[in-house]
């Protein structure tokens, strides 16, 4: 356990020191007025005016226009892949409810797979389609988030920067260079990196074996520095291809926690409020150790009903060392436990293991992170979504002492509260109505693997991964049917887009606000007491929000595990 824990430490450590390293690029990035060469031919091309100052109605605008541009344009490609030349392998297009799926889910880096990446998708496919709308997903979060940070920092105007000029840099400097080099690093460690589609080897046996292959080493990058997830092949990051080395395993979740935690740095240094940015690192770090420890400790112990039947843990490959049903046993119990919690905190959706198989308290864990979807967050909207939950924190706080809430030197009234509420139910309501819906259909049971709070499991997470934007799987869900395929893709963009705008508009709100003088009664939002209070309210929303779901899935579950059942 101590080498685990050293693990973990390593790995933090790294994380913040590159988050700070990071986090400084992104603050010159989103404020410097000079253009390079590349940009400025970019914008002449397209016909953009850098120079034009966008309100958030106009940011707003060009965001979702761009995006359902570029999602119509995946959809059509997956629609008429069987009609496209260069892929050998003659794969055949998908179905409308799927092409429908797949665009909605890459477009709101959400990342679903309701198919099988090497038997579904040519390589052409791979790289217009699905690598594509990775990069420009994780650009428009991010670029949303510049906006949104202008929009606190500037007082008296009406405008929150140019969506072009935010995305095209985010591009060119920021998700390119970094997707180049660690690409490089990949190809070294042994993912492959070509435009074959396939190889036919001789086995050790003497028997020919045809591995498909393709352009992996550059969908793994932008896959996990985008907090994108999906996967080449059906296996995902468990596969040998997309993840061969316990150094690629931390390459993986280092790539995850890159630009969430760094935007973090990157706030504090537009608003000029170092502190306030520490402040929000500290609030997703301590949740992030909490869940952490909670599935490392749950897995490390491995099934309680082996104990009694006199099973020796020593001796046992399933219980050495805790339980290793579904995983990779040349990452073991911390590895993949940290890709876990990495993985579901990021809301990137890339896998090492099977998350069905975790203990019931180590499947609580991806599945609660995604609820509260505060932990660390995807690429630019987790930032967004942890402000949320600071302004309804002072909020609450301003209401208990009878005080205006404040907020970085502006007043929150019955406005901005209704954007932020807005923008706290969209995800709920999405999450469990969806769910709801589902356990109404007859035709659900056929696609279920398991009975009981474990099968309810597998729906509440599909439609939770998918609000949540994370696409990883619980797994045993068959989720390739037109009801699915349909309903979860709604999900995705009901949790990227109604959870988005309202917080785009609070910040064009808070621009046209003047900054008002601190006094004795101000709340600091930047201290350690705001921090434990910001913990606070988050845990408790989200408890009093989804614990009835969550208490008829796993936490029943492993209630039932003790009592000596399984599913």
Known sequence: MTEDITQFVIILTIMTALAVMTGKWMAHLFTSERHNIVERGTYRVLGINPAERMSWKRYCMVLLLSNAAMMSLGYLILRIQSFLPGDPLARVAQTPDLAFNTAASFITNTNWQSYSGESSLSNFSQMAVITFLMTVSAATGVAASA????????????????????????????????????????????????????????????????????????????????????????????????????????????????????????????????????????????????????????????????????????????????NMEGKELRFGIAQTTMFVTVTTAATTGSVDSMHSSLTPLGGLVPIVQMMLNNVFGGDGVGLINLVTFAILTVFLVGMMIGRTPEFLGKKVGTREMKYVMLAVLAHPFSILGFTALACLMPSTLESLSNSGPHGFSEVLYAYTSGTANNGSAFAGLNANTPFFNTTIGLAMLVGRYLTLLPMMALAGVMAAKNNIPEGPGTLSTSTPLFTGLLVFTILIVGGLTFLPALALGPIVEHLLLLAGKTF
């Open 147 to 322: 906006g949104f940070i202008r929009g606190l920092s500037r007082k008296s105007t009406a405008d929150i920067g140019n969506y072009w000029v935010d995305f095209t840099r985010v591009t060119y400097r920021l998700l390119l260079p970094i997707c180049f080099f660690l690409a490089l690093i990949y190809v070294w460690q042994g993912i492959p990196q070509t435009l074959r589609a396939d190889a036919v080897v001789t086995t050790l046996e003497g028997t020919k074996q045809q591995i498909i292959m393709g352009p992996v080493a550059s969908l793994e990058t932008i896959k996990h520095i985008g907090t994108n997830g999906g996967g080449f092949f059906a296996m995902n990051a468990a596969h040998p291809f997309e993840n061969p080395t316990p150094l690629t395993n931390t390459l993986h979740m280092l790539s995850m926690l890159l630009i969430p935690s760094a935007l973090t740095y990157t706030f504090g240094a537009m608003i000029l409020r170092h502190r306030q940015g520490w402040s929000f690192f500290g609030t997703f770090l301590v949740m992030f150790i909490g869940f952490l420890a909670l599935v490392y400790t749950s897995e490390h112990g491995g099934n309680p009903l082996l104990g009694p039947m006199g099973v020796d843990q020593s001796q046992n490959l399933l219980q050495a060392g805790g």
